[in-house]
């Protein structure tokens, strides 16, 4: 076995780092509450009344609150790997794991594993308690594309929970990491939607949540578009691992 997977130990202990830091956990409890809360509320709140206020697919509406539940997997992805760089963390993990490639490994394990089981359990609340309030406009659990888009929305978490912590490996700052990404998602990508859709398209948030929708939008299909999320977040992982390895403890 090579010396650069992750062990059961290895893994272990990472998990106990995430369940100490009381804002990294705190992070991955608020990815469910501010995903299914939100769409739930928001639902409750418009009903049958205003039934395409939340978007023009009636699916990928379905999902309103992983607009927000997004920036929780920032904050999970990016906590979790800041940590390592404060008061000389990093040199007391490879002490205790000596291989960078079994300790990187082992982390974007457990944060990439974390994230998709919040996120499937989230996707699914989502999904049931939004569609609660929808009466006539509801859409039925099994109809076209449900299943997909729910497991989806957990897999969409989940990259983008890595693409945040790539690039905290790389920067080493969960502030200029969020600084990056939020405006990004929030205001770069409709910005650039607005300017020029044959660009925007492939920006994460928007490449991503094509898994989410009933039809097929922008160019991209459902699994062609979370596969650009998955390069984005490859990218960072990869630039994360580089950094890793080749900088001073």
């Known amino acids: 076995m090579s010396t650069a997977l992750p062990t059961v130990p290895v893994l272990h202990s990472e998990w106990i780092k995430i369940r100490s830091l009381r804002g990294t956990f705190g992070a991955l409890i608020a990815l469910f509450v501010a995903t299914a809360g939100i769409q739930t509320l928001t639902a409750a709140l418009i009903g049958e009344a205003e039934a395409g206020s939340m978007g023009d697919d009636p699916l990928l509406a379905a999902f309103y609150g992983v607009n927000f539940g997004q920036i929780a997997a920032f ?23 000596p291989s960078r490639a079994r300790f990187y490994l082992s982390k974007m394990a457990v944060v990439g594993g974390l994230v998709f089981l919040a996120g499937q ?18 859409l039925e659990l099994g109809s076209l594309g449900t299943y997909r888009a729910i497991f989806g929305c957990g897999l969409y978490l989940t990259l983008m929970a890595l693409l ?25 990508s409709f ?31 459902p699994w062609t ?5 998955a ?17 001073d403890a």
């Open 75 to 97: 904050a999970f992805g990016a906590t979790a790997l800041s940590s390592e760089f404060h008061n000389g963390a990093l040199r007391t993990s490879l002490t205790a794991v």
């Open 121 to 138: 359990l989230a996707g699914l609340a989502t999904f049931i308690g939004g569609q609660a309030f929808m009466g006539a406009y509801a």
């Open 164 to 188: 945040a912590a790539g690039l905290t490996a790389v920067l080493r700052s969960a502030t200029a990491v969020l600084s990056l990404l939020i405006p990004l998602v929030l205001m770069v």
């Open 191 to 221: 910005v650039l939607g607005a300017a020029s859709e044959g660009v925007a398209r492939f920006l994460p948030d928007r490449a991503g949540q094509m898994i989410m929708r009933m039809e097929s939008a922008d160019g991209l299909g």
């Open 225 to 229: 578009g979370i596969g650009v999320l």
């Open 231 to 247: 390069l984005w977040a490859l990218v960072a992982v990869a630039g994360g691992w580089l950094a890793v390895r080749r900088r």
